[in-house]
């Protein structure tokens, strides 16, 4: 099995289940209030973990308790954690996220280490991109932390995958060259592109654009509906399992998760999909980020 270097985000989300998610202005009563471990890139690598990958975190987190819960939290599914760096004086990153009885969600972001993850930091994780295999990231950290990380992983040969989120409008040039793989949703894909991403033709356009720009591959997610692999050679839809979701929070993060594990175990990329598909509909179905993750006895 190939190793997985997830570099990126860790929060401690702050989870509030509310009947509807309010309108601009409006009050609304809660009906719950929960700590979850979460984070794109923690959620990530939790999930590659929990499902029996061999996987390295690196990222950065406060000296405080959360910082200290979402390190043992993926210690327990055993991603090794060494190259978690501790920042003195700025508090863990957190997620305040809105779930409505639909499962729908809303989401806040708070920086803290997250926004201190630097260039030179990155550099002192070099022997970890060197001997890992398929290399995530996502956009929770500084773009150009990212950019310097991707072009050492480009450069040597590695898999490269980025979850593009939260999408931004602009990035720097040569941003996507060698790229493997890129899995936005919709509206992230219409914002990367900047055009509506509302009909299939329209949804093969933005993934194709993104093609021009230097990426190999362009996972479009589609929730409930399911997702397109779009390439230079390829236009796939794949249809969703029906499920009944109840929180959507980490569905993106299980299915890049589990595409990258399925790829580590040389599965071919219409297997990798199939399984991250699997993985992302178990996950629907139950509250929360790490909490919501299946393992593979599960499956």
Do not use: H
């Not at 201190?116 to 991109?129: D, F, G, L, N």
């Not at 773009?143 to 939260?166: R, S």
């Amino acid at each position: 099995m190939k190793r997985i270097l997830i570099v990126g985000s860790l929060n401690m989300d702050t989870v509030l289940e509310v009947p509807y998610l309010p309108r601009a202005g409006e009050t609304i009563t809660g009906k719950n209030i929960t700590l979850i471990p979460g984070g794109k890139g923690a959620n990530q690598a939790y999930a590659a973990g929990k499902l029996g990958g061999d996987v390295v975190m690196a990222g950065a987190v406060g000296d405080d308790s959360f910082g200290d819960r979402l390190r043992a939290n993926l210690k327990e599914v055993g991603v090794n954690t060494t190259p978690i760096v501790e920042i003195s004086g700025v508090p863990t990153g957190q997620a305040y996220i809105i779930v409505d009885d639909n499962g729908e969600n809303s989401i806040t972001l708070i920086r803290g280490t997250n926004g201190e993850v630097t260039c030179k930091m990155a550099e002192s994780w070099k022997k970890y991109i060197e001997t890992c295999d398929i290399l995530i990231m996502q956009l929770e950290i500084p773009l150009d932390t990212v950019l310097y990380v991707k072009n050492l992983a480009v450069n040597l040969g590695k898999t490269v995958i980025l979850d593009p989120a939260p999408a931004k409008k602009e990035f720097p040039d040569g941003f996507w060259q060698g790229i493997d793989y890129i899995k936005p949703n919709e509206t992230e894909l219409s914002i990367l592109t900047g055009k509506a991403i509302d009909t299939k033709e329209n949804i093969i356009n933005g993934a194709s654009e993104m093609l021009d720009k230097g990426v190999k591959n362009v996972i479009v997610t589609l929730g409930e509906k399911g997702c397109f692999l779009v390439n230079r050679s390829v236009q796939k839809f794949f249809p969703a399992e029906k499920v009944k979701a109840v929180d959507t929070t980490a569905a993106g993060d299980c299915f890049t998760a589990a595409f990258a594990l399925a790829l580590s175990r040389g599965e071919t990329e219409d297997e990798a999909v199939n399984f991250g598909q699997k993985v992302s509909s178990i996950a629907v179905t139950r509250k929360g980020a790490q909490t919501s993750i299946p393992d593979a006895s599960e499956l």
